[in-house]
């Protein structure tokens, strides 16, 4: 991924696709824990630095950002083999619905691509019934489940496991 490579969205306005530096982790923890905060089944917040150092150190983080600079989307990437991986795909509030998931999820797997995977595998979590039609849309399908681990707990009386989906490249 060059560091401006530019598209037109469907809504009309200019977005660059860039790959994440350590300096945007400040507003990277804010983007994600205010898009994730739907979860409310989970305790805690969705990331904070720590956590998301250690992402990093392993993977890459693809932010969508406007004209001025400001990040309205982000999704992680991490090269597995030949195959690649997304997560925590965060898209600002105020920005939703005008296809920025779509498109940057197409510009994480490019991204992915070009570092040679020739699949990507996601992992929605059960509790999140919206999701899986979204990534279906994306040419996700579902290869299976798997148990939920995570950095914060399900709250209690709540039970959720993954649900795996993969997507040839």
């Known amino acids: ?14 977005v660059r696709f860039r790959l994440a530096s350590d300096a945007d982790r400040t507003h ?3 983007l994600i824990n205010t898009a994730f905060s739907v979860e409310t089944f989970l305790e805690g917040t969705r990331t904070d630095d720590t956590r998301l150092a250690e992402e990093m150190s392993k993977g890459s983080i693809v932010v969508a950002e406007d004209g001025s600079g400001q990040i309205l989307a982000c999704v992680y990437t991490e090269v ?19 296809h920025l998931g779509r498109r940057i999820v197409g510009a994480a797997e490019e991204h992915l691509r070009r570092q040679g995977c020739e699949a990507v595998d996601i992992m929605v979590l059960s509790l999140r019934t919206e999701l899986p039609p979204i990534y279906r849309k994306f040419g996700y399908v579902e290869t299976g489940t798997e148990d939920f681990h995570a950095a914060q707990p399900v709250k209690a009386g709540r039970e959720c496991h993954g649900i795996a989906m993969s997507k040839r490249l």
């Open 1 to 14: 991924m060059t560091t401006n490579e530019s598209l037109r969205s469907e809504s009309d306005f200019p």
């Open 28 to 30: 990277l923890i804010s």
């Open 80 to 98: 597995r083999g030949a195959r690649g991986y997304l997560g925590m795909l965060a898209v600002d509030p105020a920005h939703q619905r005008a």
